[in-house]
């Protein structure tokens, strides 16, 4: 006989029907929860607080170097003053000889630049132009020349010389460039006693900056763009070979550079003669030659020669010579104020190494040059 279901004391079912009644409560409750409130967030252990992040402030950096400061150059040569501001001098430049009875010549090794020129006979002379150093005796110094106010005038400082035919001197007026001249009487000059006249004037460059006009006691513009450093300048950086440039400024002048590696400089010489100054061999970190037009002015000089001007506002063509190589670049030069410019065939702008220069200024036509 199949045993009969269970069935529990009154007290058992009782009991039962509580605790379903206590649960179906609970989760009505936590139903109710959830539709009215937001539940409480699970907790995170592992992952990074985003907010907390983004408003965190950055870790700060470490300064920026400054940038190290330019060194201050000399107008005229592109080399370091050593100063914080390029001394309050004018540039100074002085007409020197370079005929054979004026041999060896002073001072020349000292300028920053050096224009050298054919005059009356086919001779050479020299503008030779101070700035960074300003020597004691400088010479022979000698008369002006029709283009001398021209190579001058950009720089706005002194020209010294001997004397000169009075339309040549009012020309260095009338370029607004002052004059200091022996015959005018001015401080600076003497006549030594080991030459024989007119090849025995010298100068004393310092004297000579001392006469500048208030309005002149002022560094020159720059006439050339430089290079920061050796080796960085247009021709320096060119595979042209330039060792040798030999110029024929005239029947009576050829002056030649030949390249010394030791000294990283060129050597000058007059023909296959050394040329001296205060018993050295005259050097060049550059050397620049240009090719300008000439013609005869209507003035003659003692022996009848006609006096010839280089024109030296127009343009044309030239070479640069830097550390062994050489650049074809062009000039030109505007008013009789303003600098040279110089730039490569192709236009653009041409920079020398720091350094003294020379530069030849070769007749069209009649001159000549040869680069190797």
Not at 168 to 175: E, K, W
Not at 200 to 212: H, I, L, R
Not at 230 to 237: D, H, M, N, R, V
């Amino acid at each position: 006989m199949p045993a009969p279901p269970f069935r529990g004391s009154r007290r058992s079912r009782v009991r039962t029907g509580a605790v379903a009644a206590l649960t179906a409560l609970a989760l009505l409750g936590t139903a109710a929860c959830g539709a009215g409130e937001p539940a409480a967030p699970p907790t995170v252990t592992a992952a990074p607080d985003v907010a907390a992040s983004k408003a965190a402030p950055p870790e700060p950096s470490s300064p920026k170097p400054e940038p190290r400061p330019k060194p201050v150059v000399w107008p005229l040569n592109g080399k370091p003053t050593g100063t914080k501001k390029v001394p309050a001098r004018p540039a100074v430049a002085v007409k020197i000889e370079n005929s054979v009875e004026a041999r060896p010549q002073s001072g020349l090794q000292q300028a920053d630049i050096v224009w050298e020129q054919v005059v009356e006979g086919g001779i050479s002379r020299y503008v030779a132009v101070y700035h960074s150093t300003l020597p004691g005796t400088v010479g022979p110094v000698r008369s002006v020349r029709p283009m001398d106010p021209a190579i001058v005038a950009p720089m706005r400082g002194i020209l010294a010389y001997s004397g000169g035919q009075p339309p040549f001197i009012r020309a260095v007026g009338r370029a607004k460039v002052q004059s200091v001249t022996m015959d005018s009487g001015d401080p600076g000059f003497r006549r030594s006693g080991d030459r024989a006249a007119p090849h025995n004037v010298y100068g004393s460059v310092k004297t000579f900056a001392k006469q500048a006009s208030k309005s002149r006691a002022t560094p020159p513009p720059a006439q050339f763009s430089y290079a920061a450093k050796a080796g960085q300048g247009s021709a320096a950086k060119n595979d042209r070979r330039g060792h040798v440039a030999d110029v024929r400024l005239s029947p009576a002048q050829r002056t030649v550079w030949r390249w010394k590696n030791k000294t990283k400089t060129y050597a000058r010489y007059d023909g296959s003669t050394p040329s001296v100054s205060s018993g050295s061999q005259l050097r060049a970190r550059n050397v620049l030659i240009l090719s300008v037009a000439m013609k005869n002015t209507k003035y003659k000089d003692p022996s009848g020669a006609p006096v010839p001007e280089t024109q030296m506002v127009g343009s044309g063509k030239g070479v640069l010579l830097t550390r062994g190589r050489a650049l074809n670049v062009d000039w030109s030069k505007k008013k009789t104020g303003k600098k040279i410019a110089l730039t490569t065939r192709s236009g653009d702008p041409v920079s020398l190494d720091p350094g003294n220069l020379w530069v030849e200024l070769v007749p069209r036509g009649s001159g000549s040059w040869r680069v190797g």
